[in-house]
């Protein structure tokens, strides 16, 4: 294939797959003091001019291709890469005909999720999906019905709360957590959240020590120094 077609092919997947990925860093949750986007605009800066340096080495090796051919195809694998990273499943969430209040999404030893929550709004997911979710889910009652408009997440920008349940022994009980409201668009109900140790079925949760399983997301921790 001729160089100039090379460039252009690679130049219009390399800017496709940027502008997808801003789009998806718009919608994200954030860490600390910054946004989804800050940080994956940090990222993305990082990348390209990783990417340019790697491609001055790659020149000496591939001395037929253009320098901005190589940088436009290794940006592109980068930038897949990061696309795969930053993937996020939507759940879709099962819960018991005329169930309000918290859902818990409970860190377990499964090997597939379980999505239908019993009574006390309490469900399941590996540790994969654990760590990918983060967009908004679909939830249905056992009827059928959709409860979208009665969802109350964590925050404007972050869906799920991220809730550690402590304490078991040294350990704690991880999950996502949202509330479905009492009625449609409420703007005067909030997000809040309750020790979940003695409702969970202790054979399928994962136990996590302090300070462990710990990603970017806010979280907000519930003790529970009562029940051990």
């Not at 090997?111 to 249905?140: C, H, M, Q």
Request: with cysteine.
């Amino acid at each position: 294939m001729r160089e100039s077609k090379l460039k252009l092919i690679f130049g219009f997947t390399s800017a496709g797959l940027l502008s997808t990925l801003l789009y998806k860093l718009s919608y994200i949750p954030g860490g600390m003091i910054l946004s989804g986007l800050s940080l994956g605009g940090i990222i993305i800066l990082v990348i390209i001019i990783g990417c340019i340096f790697l491609s001055k080495l790659l020149k000496h090796i591939f001395k037929k291709n253009s320098f901005l051919t190589l940088v436009f195809s290794t940006t592109s694998v980068c930038f897949i890469v990061f696309h795969y990273k930053l993937y996020s499943p939507t759940l879709t969430i099962v819960v018991p005909d005329g169930y309000r209040g918290e859902v818990n999404l409970v860190l377990s030893n499964m090997s597939e999720n379980n999505l239908a929550v019993d009574s006390n709004g309490i469900g399941y997911l590996t540790e994969w999906t654990f760590d990918k979710t983060y967009s908004r889910p679909i939830v249905i009652q056992e009827n059928g019905k959709n409860l979208d408009e009665y969802l109350i997440g964590f925050n404007i920008s972050t869906f799920f709360g991220r809730s550690k349940s402590c304490c078991v022994g040294n350990s704690e009980i991880q999950s996502l957590s949202f509330k479905i409201g009492t009625k449609p668009h409420l703007e005067d109900e909030y997000f809040d959240s309750g020790s979940i140790t003695e409702l969970v079925n202790k054979d399928i949760t994962i136990f996590t020590k302090f300070g462990n399983h710990t990603t970017v997301q806010t979280e907000a921790t519930i003790n529970d120094n009562t029940k051990k």
